[in-house]
Structures are given as C-alpha cells and as structure tokens.
C-alpha cells in the first residue's frame, strides 16, 4: 500500500495533518480526496476495530490503491455529493473530515491527462475522465467574454481579455485539441524568466474551471458544519490563494466572505474554532517534494 501510495502521489504535510485530526481510536472519519491513500492509511492506522473511514475519489485510478481494510469503504464520486453518501451508509456525525485540495502528482505525471504543460498531450483536464466537459471544450466554446472571465477569476492574470481574444481567433481557423495547441497562442504573452508561473496560471484557470473545484469546494464545506459533530475537526490542505481564501474566511467566520457576526456582548457567533494559524510545509519537506511548496494547513474545530 505505501509503495502503491509513493508511486501515484506524495501527501503534503502529512504528520501535521493526522495530528490535526485528533483521532479517536473509535471514531469516523471521512477523507475526501482519497488519491493514493496516503492520509487514509494515515487514518487507519490509529483507528481500532470500532472505527470507519470513508475515501471519495471521482478519478478512477484511485481505486486501484484501495486498501484491503474492513474498515475502510471507498465512495467512487466527487466530494459534492458527500451529504448524499453519508446519509447511504447511515453516517450521521463524523469526527473528521480532511481534504487534500489540488491536483496530484499522478494526475501531472500522466501526460494523457493533459494537467501538465510538460507534456502535449490532449486539452483534457477532467479529474473524473468519464464524463464532462474538457479543457478543449472550455477553449473552444465559451465566448470570448466568459473566456476572459475564467483566466481572471481562476488563474488572476490581468492580461485574461487579451489572451480570450487571441484564443478566440485561433480557433475560428483550427479548433484547440492538443496542449501545443494552447502553448502556441500563448507564446507572446510572456517571457522566458516568468513563462512557467504563467503557464502554471493559465492551466490552473482552465482545471478550476473544468473541474468546478471552487464551486464543489463550497459545497464540501457547508456539509462539513451538518455533518461534523461537536468537537469534530475539518482539515484541509490548500495550494492556491483562492482555495486558501474561501476556506480561512469559512474557518474563522462559517461564511465565504469572513465576515465575522459578533453577538450583544461581542462574542463571536461561528459554528468553528480555528485552532492555528495555518501550517506550511517545512524547508526539509519542500526540499523531498517541491510540490507541496504551496501548500497550506487550516485546522478548524466544530463548535
């Protein structure tokens, strides 16, 4: 399981994470991006014969690395629908749940996905690759407007118009199929010092959009306050500042906004506790993984 594990995706903050979930030995925990099963194993192992842990993972490979654990049940769907799947197994409360938000190191590595600008394979990009639109489709459909819209709002590039448009007039002659296809119209929009942060933008936006991972995001976590019972952790693991954003404000305020409501007496009127500022990776960690460079660890208790 742990060589399975290391082959399809390295966990971030891996220690820092289980400890955060404050496991009980009986308890039931939920991890929503099971991938490799790096922190489901992680879960298990501290759970005695009484305890459950549940994995959802809407990309198919990750069931190749289901552990064989009568206590573990995988949930092949996307963490939206996680309400829905508790209430099948007749979950009522849980006393955690942990999200490792992004996109893996298996999904990056594998060149048919088309997740990674390393590789010319097909504009792809679909974390469950049955169904859905495709990053293709994304770039060869939308209008020039709603194009701009999802490299702004998704991978925050200021010139997103400019490279809508340009999108937009390549494929009035060939539609956009291949990941060479992309990187061509987006040649002349950025130097050679700063051209891998914005490729990384630019296929960042595109994933988000793909994937609706902002959108499923809220939803997660608006069922996490249903299903989390009282003194129950939500942990999650984020690697940009627009998942990091909704998730601090959610952690500090139950709302996306993180306005803080504050009753007569000026207490604050949140359903959770954050318990720490959040964890970032150490220099040794970074230095084994570069990937998780990014990566942030927000703890919050159910109040």
Request: charged share 30%; no cysteine; glycine share 10%.
């Given at each position: 399981m742990i060589e399975k594990e290391l082959k399809y995706h390295v966990p971030a903050l891996f220690g820092e994470s289980i400890e955060g979930l404050n496991i009980k030995p009986s308890g039931h925990y939920v991890d929503v991006t099971f991938g490799g099963g790096g922190h489901s194993r992680g879960i298990l192992e501290k759970?005695?014969?009484?305890?459950?842990?549940?994995?959802?993972?809407?990309?198919?490979?990750?069931?190749?690395?289901?552990?064989?654990?009568?206590?573990?049940?995988?949930?092949?769907?996307?963490?939206?629908?996680?309400?829905?799947?508790?209430?099948?197994?007749?979950?009522?409360?849980?006393?955690?749940?942990?999200?490792?938000?992004?996109?893996?190191?298996?999904?990056?590595?594998?060149?048919?996905?088309?997740?990674?600008?390393?590789?010319?394979?097909?504009?792809?990009?679909?974390?469950?690759n049955r169904e859905g639109q495709t990053a293709a489709d994304v770039l060869n459909k939308y209008p020039e407007e709603r194009l701009a819209d999802v490299f702004y709002l998704y991978g925050e590039l200021r010139n997103s118009r400019k490279i809508a448009s340009s999108v937009v007039k390549a494929r009035a002659s060939n539609p956009l199929r291949k990941i060479s296809d992309l990187l061509a119209i987006l040649a002349p929009f950025s130097g050679k010092e700063k051209e891998k942060k914005f490729l990384a933008q630019v296929f960042q936006s595109l994933r988000i959009e793909v994937n609706q991972e902002m959108q499923a995001l809220r939803e997660l976590l608006m069922q996490s306050l249903k299903l989390l019972k009282p003194g129950g952790r939500l942990v999650v693991i984020t690697y940009h500042s627009l998942e990091d954003r909704l998730v601090k404000n959610f952690m500090k305020a139950g709302n996306f906004d993180g306005n803080v409501i504050r009753d007569f007496y000026g207490n604050v009127q949140s359903p959770l506790r954050m318990l720490s500022k959040a964890v970032i990776p150490s220099s040794e960690e970074i230095e084994k993984n570069p990937r998780v460079r990014s990566a942030k660890l927000r703890i919050a208790e159910k109040l």
């Open positions: 759970l005695d014969g009484n305890g459950r842990l549940y994995g959802f993972d809407q990309d198919a490979d990750a069931g190749k690395n289901i552990p064989d654990d009568e206590r573990f049940t995988f949930v092949h769907s996307n963490f939206r629908y996680l309400s829905n799947f508790m209430r099948y197994y007749k979950e009522k409360e849980m006393n955690g749940l942990i999200a490792d938000l992004g996109v893996s190191s298996h999904h990056l590595d594998d060149e048919s996905r088309g997740f990674s600008f390393r590789f010319d394979g097909m504009l792809d990009m679909r974390m469950n």
